[in-house]
């Protein structure tokens, strides 16, 4: 049942599409060859023609663009609405995309562009491995984690000689430059900065208010054993019901006797905040459980956290109740880019004595790439650059802060308030 939309899909991947008005679009895997071969000018013309294209469509108008029109990739019209929930249901990889269909259809083909979702690697110690790598890192007798003052920041105000810090006892502290890390939700909510006088511009406070931030939930538990290897039982479920995406995670490959860890819900937008009525660890793992009995009972009797204890050996994540992140990801709505673009290049305002604000947004909300690592490595090392520069230091040439602007034109689908990029 699935053969018309994933032939559909795979098709626009790897061939492009040519509406029958419009002019022909380069296939994402065709751009993301021209930049892996650094052949940047023609990556950038062939993107341009998707921001002029789809800058205001969501993903699911622009599926129903593609797949519906004269000329669909596959050659075989997807049917409405019964493909559409079809491919809803399973996505493009990381799970089922239906509660994302309101997104940006840029933000999805990015995705495919970037190879986000190509060639993964599991990290059995978990992603916060690679912070810990760095917070080990010795400099001057000291590490990175010497140097840390783990404090929660209610208020960031620029003054004329640098930045007040408000912590949460109301006390203040002084910074040369500070580098905000945050999601932009807890740039606005927990830490004020885009209150009244901020540092920043009227355009880039409305993007960090306004850029979207996927809501998520998790719920993890751990078992006795890894049954789905001794029952021959699947493990990924997808489902278009209450518990979503279900994962087996095998953290002791090695250690058949180890205990198992099932990813029994991951949940996005409004499946996720339908989540947050589901009661304490218990009730919610029950009622869960049950639901994926509809679609395997086999595998939801063996979801039993060991020693049937619900405290001890079940995780819950609700990412929008989460201090400090206030959210998920960011995925922008349809337009929403230009809104990235505001937040992206917002380092390069201390390129002038006048403009430079002292501080500098990073993190995967502030990126073209949401949700993911390099989003936040990137603007932490354009940040990194502009610190020093704004200090007087010196960056070694062919760096961010000198040799980057933004390079498309999103006139044509910016809201008012995203006006003025170039």
Known sequence: MFA????????????????????????????????????????????????????????????????????????????????????????????????MYPVAFLEIVRLMVDELETDQLFIPAGIESLAQAFSQQVFDGLSVAQRVVNTPVSRIARTGEGVVLTLADGSNEFA???????????????????????????????????????????????????????????????????VRGVYCLDYAPDNPDAPGVVLLSYAWEDDAIKQLALGDNQQRVQRLVADLAQTNATFAQYVVPIDNDYQTYVKTIDWDLQPGYCGAFKLNFAGGDAQSQQLFFQFQDGKQPATDPFIYLTGDSCSFTGGWVEGALQTGINAVCAVIRSLGGSVVPNNPFDNMSPPYDYSATSTSKAIGLH
């Open 4 to 99: 018309t939309v994933h032939a559909g899909w795979t098709v626009f991947i790897s061939d492009g599409v040519t509406p029958s008005s419009d002019p022909a679009l380069l296939a994402p895997l065709a751009i993301t060859e021209l930049l892996r071969t650094r052949q940047h000018g023609a990556a950038r013309s062939a993107w341009q023609a998707y921001i002029d294209m789809f800058g205001n469509q969501s993903f699911y108008s622009a599926l129903q663009t593609l797949f519906s029109g004269a000329n669909p990739p596959g050659g075989k019209p997807w049917r409405n609405p019964d493909d559409y929930e079809l491919f809803g249901a399973l996505g493009v990889g990381s799970g089922g995309l239906g509660p």
């Open 176 to 242: 040369d430059r500070v580098i905000a890390t945050a999601s932009t939700r807890a740039m606005q909510i927990d830490m004020a900065l885009t209150a009244p006088a901020s540092a920043l511009s009227p355009q880039q406070c409305s993007a960090v208010n306004d850029v979207h931030l996927t809501s998520s939930s998790k719920v993890f538990v751990m078992t006795q054993r890894k049954f789905w290897l001794d029952e021959n039982l699947p493990a990924n479920i997808q489902t278009d019901t209450l």
